[in-house]
């Protein structure tokens, strides 16, 4: 009984050594927390956050942290060697260095914890940094900071970080967020699509200070890829689904553009994966809009690998194509889908004939080939060697005339260097440029003569750097602001050109080229009553005497006008030295050279000095470009004395 009260004992004792040791711990933890405790905030400025950790292994103590300073490193580590029992210290601390380039990093391990790693600013505590980038971590992230103290933070780190937390969170686990001085980087893959597209514009707007540097990140996976390509009424298209990436979207983008032909885009496509293994996505591109083309208004989608097409088509011919696009041969990977479209009616009815530089093409509709042959036999004939383009489709509904009236309207056509005919309904268009002014004029008249019954046309052609046509109110008001404080005014008894009077005149040609409908009319004006040459003109004598000693024996009664007649026009010979036979003041110098003997005589005026200076004038104007048929000379116009003048004015 003795032997088995022993062993009924054994239990008894290993329970209350257990006890006692378990208790012997606890006291010993409880020492040792408020031992170490002490330790690590000895020596702490006011409101200063612990730097030392200290970890219990067993008997021996790990301690962990980065010091201030090498001395306050030292001191931690004698104040930790003296406290009570013996103790193995392991020296795990560090100490608060200056470091370059200054690298962070928060990475999502899990979608549970996110360690943070690197250097945190030894300016800011532990805690209170997790403080201030605790609103950018989600409530169900556990945060491990394993980084180091350091100083050489950039400006704004705590802005940096808080918007690399963000991004973290639009990420799947393994997703890294770093910070590299001011260089901000993000690699892995977005949780969502709509995470993606967040993700991608929060990077396009960094925090001021930062720059994003290299962004890794994958595109979130679609549960079912679907895209989509809609032509509205008004001709714009509007983009739906998905792309597989921003090229792709760009090169979708471009087609789109193209196809519109100028209409609107609208852009509503997402970034996605998962598109169907073995779908070739630029055949798939091409193959969509080559049947939207076909659409007056509809969609073409992608769901999975299935293609489909619903809408109105711009004509029946266009039906039968877009059927066939859509239901025919397909490019690798793709399957035909549903096929729900009608045939569109041709209104307004539309014809295009275009003259390029190097070729002729024709659009729009026709009723049948036989127009098309024709059409196509007068352009030949009109070309000089162009290729010709044939893009008309076959529709019903043409206007009575058509052929009749673009077949009439083809040989203007073929005298324009650039051009286009155009027929929409019962109405005709003729535009382009010649590359004569004169054609172009002439080619702008014909508009009456393009129209068979029950049609219209038009015609609007230019030259290169022929100047506009202004109207016939704007011809007058040019003409008057070009002439007003800028009298043209012969001198008194003669009829010669003076220098001054070309910019004037030079003008009024260029006027000319704008209102070709306008005619110009110049009336001369007349001496008033009394009028002589002006007394400086006399000392000119002398000078004038030698140049011609041949007319002495000749006309001596005539030697007493030459030197009164000469200075009248000394600047308008060397402008028109063909005008000078022409000129009259010979003889009427000699009436002006009696004129000490016979005053009453010279002081009378001569009635046809004004039709002989218009003549001057209109002379010089149609030397200057103006047509016979648009100026004339005009009966002088009853003027003051003082303000006697030339006058110029247009009749329509």
């Known amino acids: 009984m003795r032997s088995i009260g022993w062993i009924a004992g054994i239990p008894l004792l290993a329970g209350l050594w257990v006890g006692c040791t378990l208790w012997t711990e606890s006291q010993l933890d409880a020492d040792f927390t408020e031992d170490a405790a002490g330790v690590a905030e000895a020596d702490l400025p006011a409101g200063s956050e612990p730097w030392l950790r200290v970890e219990r292994r067993g008997r021996d103590l790990v301690a962990l942290g980065e010091a201030p300073n090498p001395a306050g490193r030292q001191a931690a580590l004698d104040r930790l060697s003296g406290l009570p029992g013996p103790r193995r210290i392991i020296d795990r601390l560090g100490v608060v260095e200056s470091v370059s380039p200054f690298v962070w990093t928060a990475t999502l391990r899990s979608a549970e914890r996110l360690d943070l790693a690197g250097f945190r600013p030894a ?4 805690a209170a940094l997790l403080a201030e980038l605790s609103p950018a971590v989600p409530d169900t992230l556990a945060v491990r900071d394993l980084a180091r103290a350091a100083r050489g933070a950039p400006p704004g780190f705590v802005q940096g970080a808080t918007f690399l937390l963000r991004q973290t969170a639009r990420l799947k686990p393994g997703a890294v967020a770093s910070l590299n001085g001011r260089t901000l980087t993000v690699t892995g893959e977005a949780a969502s699509v709509a995470d993606y597209a967040a993700l991608r514009a929060a990077l396009a707007a960094p925090p001021e200070g930062f720059e994003v540097g290299t962004v890794a990140v994958e595109p979130a996976e679609a549960a079912r890829f679907t895209w989509s390509a809609t032509r509205r009424p008004d ?15 760009a090169g979708i983008l471009a087609a789109a553009r193209s196809a519109a032909e100028g209409a609107p885009v609208e852009d509503a496509m997402q970034i996605a994966r998962g598109v169907p293994a073995g779908v070739d996505g630029p055949a798939l591109i091409d193959r969509a809009f080559r049947a939207l083309a076909l659409l007056r208004e509809g969609t073409v989608t992608l769901d999975g690998t299935a293609l489909s097409l619903k809408g109105t088509t711009i004509d029946a011919q266009a039906l039968r194509e877009a059927d066939a696009l859509a239901t025919g041969s397909l490019p690798p990977g793709l399957s035909r889908g549903s096929v729900a479209l009608t045939a569109g009616t041709v209104s307004p009815y539309r014809v295009t004939i275009r003259r390029d530089a190097d070729s002729l093409s024709l659009g729009g509709h026709l009723p049948d080939a036989e127009s098309r042959a024709v059409l196509v036999a007068a352009l030949r004939q009109q070309s000089f060697g162009e290729r010709i383009t044939d893009r008309t489709r076959t529709a019903e509904g043409a206007p009575a005339g058509l052929v009749t009236a ?8 073929g005298q324009l260097a650039l051009g ?3 027929a929409s309904d019962a109405t005709l268009r003729l535009t382009g440029e010649s590359l004569y002014p004169e054609a172009a004029r002439r080619l702008s008249t014909l508009a009456p003569q393009l129209s ?4 219209t046309a038009t015609v609007a052609v230019s030259a290169p750097d022929a100047p506009a046509r202004m109207s016939a109110e704007a011809c007058r008001t040019a003409l008057s602001e070009r002439v007003t404080g800028r009298p043209v005014r012969f001198a008194p008894g003669s009829a010669d050109l003076r220098a001054e009077f070309y910019p004037v005149l030079d003008d009024l040609a260029s006027l000319a080229l704008t209102c070709p409908g306008e005619r110009f009319t110049v009336a001369g004006h007349d001496d008033p009553p009394g009028t002589v040459p002006p007394p400086e003109a006399k000392p000119a004598q002398p000078e004038a ?3 011609q000693p041949e007319a002495k024996p000749a006309q001596p009664e005539a030697k007493p006008a030459q030197p009164e007649a000469k200075p009248a026009q000394p600047e308008a010979k060397p402008a028109q030295p063909e005008a000078k036979p022409a000129q009259p003041a010979s003889a009427k110098g000699k009436g002006r050279a009696a004129k000490p003997e016979a005053t009453p005589a010279a002081a009378m005026p001569d009635p046809g000095l004004p039709q002989r200076r218009a003549a001057a004038i209109v002379d010089y104007l149609l030397k200057a470009g103006i047509g016979a048929d648009r100026i004339a000379p005009a009966p002088a116009a009853d003027q003051p004395a003082e303000a006697r003048a030339v006058v110029f004015s247009l009749r329509s």
């Open 235 to 249: 001709g714009s298209l509007r983009l739906d689904g998905y792309a597989v990436s921003d090229s792709a979207r």
């Open 420 to 422: 286009e005919l155009a």
């Open 406 to 413: 673009l077949r009439g309207a083809i040989p203007l056509l």
């Open 452 to 455: 068979p019954a029950g049609w």
């Open 123 to 126: 300016e800011t505590g532990r």
């Open 545 to 547: 005497k030698p140049a």
